[in-house]
């Protein structure tokens, strides 16, 4: 699809939905956050009335039709829904694709001396690189949760080739949509039950490969 270098209107990514305490050192592997926020409001570039129809919208798999364009872009845009936990293409009012989505639970852990919350942060980010077969590196949190030895940053145990499923779409400060091989948490068809990964947005393997095709790197992400 073409527009990718079309205007978008211009406000820095929030760079974390997860509230950590300061003197916490947080982990920049995918899908860890790499900063804290304050608030989870709104981005600044989303029309509030767009966004305010949208929140009292039931956004299933129908089409979503809105009054109004979320953000300012002459060309197609992925919107992360995260009250139904449901990722779009949007084009202008309209959606053109939809897939259900798994994000973060919100979990929070503690352990080696540091603290995450996996939560999905909030904002206008863009498709930084997109990735076919990725390698994970996993963060110290994997090996906390998990009560095994956290080793050294540099390891080659941190590789963990499938972990992202077949494809991921990097949106940069440790935030990717990726694929996953447990499809069926994906598909529950309660949105609250797809609360499932630690902050990355989880697609099925067929649903991921589909929108990689469909996006180019610079495409706006609205997560909200």
Avoid at 63 to 72: G, K, Q, R, Y
Avoid at 102 to 110: D, I, P
Wanted: hydrophobic share 40%.
């Amino acid at each position: 699809m073409s527009g990718v270098a079309a205007r978008v209107t211009a406000v820095p990514a929030v760079s974390g939905g997860r509230r950590v305490r300061p003197e916490s050192r947080v982990s920049t592997a995918l899908c860890v956050l790499a900063a804290a926020v304050a608030s989870l409001a709104a981005p600044a570039a989303a029309h509030p009335q767009a966004m305010s129809e949208l929140l009292g919208k039931v956004a299933g798999e129908g089409a979503v039709e809105l009054s109004a364009p979320l953000i300012d872009f002459d060309g197609p845009y992925v919107l992360v829904h995260l009250a139904t936990n449901r990722v779009y293409i949007m084009e202008g009012t309209s959606s053109l694709w939809s897939a259900p989505a798994g994000t973060g639970t919100g979990f929070r852990l503690a352990g080696s001396g540091q603290k995450w919350t996996f939560t999905t942060p909030r904002g206008l980010f863009r498709i930084r690189r997109k990735e076919k077969d990725p390698v994970w590196i996993a963060p110290d949190w994997y090996y906390v949760e998990r009560g095994l030895r956290v080793p050294p940053a540099d390891s080659p145990s941190r590789r963990i080739p499938g972990a992202m499923g077949t494809t991921a779409i990097y949106l940069g400060d440790g935030i990717a949509i990726h694929g996953t091989f447990s499809p069926g948490l994906i598909m529950n068809p309660d949105p609250e039950s797809r609360r499932v990964s630690h902050g990355c947005i989880r697609l099925t393997n067929e649903a991921v490969r589909e929108l990689y095709h469909l996006v180019e790197v610079g495409t706006p992400v609205l997560i909200y």
